[in-house]
């Protein structure tokens, strides 16, 4: 099945832009969902179909999606966005459609 | 307003089953792509199975033959059938409704609920 690949995790200081990478391959052709996890809480989707956000979710968090690589960027970064992240894509061709990257840990410095 | 219950969780021994249930409301179950997605104590997120709007069911390879994915339109409940349990199915069950756009090859989850622990130990 399709393997999503994150990095452990990311450091990043406060007002600092942070950026967490998904790869997989020819990852470009797929779309790709990004959701962030808080300690002791469900997943909250942050962003769908490569770029859209959900409502309530501030203009600080963008991705793209191009070639091997998939990437969220969050910008001036807030304490409180120190959390898990995690990729999904969907496959619907195959017997097992939902992948998941391993997830990053974002630590706010 | 949308809402995921889920229930059911608890300390069951290996090779026992358990049945989690999620009670949905502000949406229809039956049209819609439900999901459960599990979490083991300090990992990832792991997909565990999905139930289409249809009747098309699929399962992780690491479920697949011991657990059943269901719903009860009546109720408007989504159910997992957990049967063989072992220790590595240790996790926090979530489900989570699937959003696929009309002329989507995409799915991504929009709500989730707020998860059921199950521990299987002796």
């Known amino acids: 099945s399709y393997v999503l690949t994150q990095p452990p995790s990311v450091s990043v200081a406060p007002g600092k832009p942070a950026s967490v990478t998904c790869g997989g391959v020819?990852?470009?052709?797929?779309?790709v969902h990004w959701y962030q996890q808080k300690p002791g809480q469900a997943p909250v989707l942050v962003i769908y179909?490569?770029?859209d956000r959900p409502s309530g979710i501030p203009e600080r968090f963008s991705a793209s999606n191009s070639g091997n690589t998939a990437t969220l960027t969050i910008n001036r970064v807030e304490a409180g966005d120190e959390a898990a992240y995690f990729c999904?894509?969907?496959?619907?061709?195959?017997?097992?459609?939902?992948?998941f990257g391993g997830g990053t840990r974002l630590t706010v410095l | 307003e949308v809402q995921l219950v889920e229930s059911g969780g608890g300390l069951i021994q290996p090779g026992g089953s358990l049945r989690l249930s999620c009670a949905a409301s502000?949406?229809?179950?039956?049209?819609?792509?439900m999901n459960w997605v599990r979490q083991a104590p300090g990992k990832g997120l792991e997909w565990v199975s999905v139930?289409?709007?249809?009747?098309?069911?699929y399962y992780a390879d690491s479920v697949k033959g011991r657990f059943t994915i269901s719903r009860d339109n009546s109720k408007n409940t989504l159910y997992l059938q957990m049967n063989s349990l072992r220790a590595e199915d240790t996790a926090v069950y979530y489900c989570?409704?699937?959003?696929?756009?009309?002329?989507?090859?995409?799915?991504?989850?929009?709500?989730w609920g707020q998860g059921a622990l199950v521990t299987v130990s002796s």
């Open positions: 139930i289409y709007s249809g009747t098309g069911t």
């Open positions: 020819n990852i470009g052709n797929k779309s």
């Open positions: 989570a409704r699937g959003i696929v756009p009309p002329g989507s090859s995409s799915l991504w989850f929009d709500y």
């Open positions: 179909s490569d770029t």
């Open positions: 999904q894509v969907w496959d619907g061709s195959s017997d097992h459609p939902v992948v």
């Open positions: 502000g949406f229809t179950v039956s049209s819609n792509y």
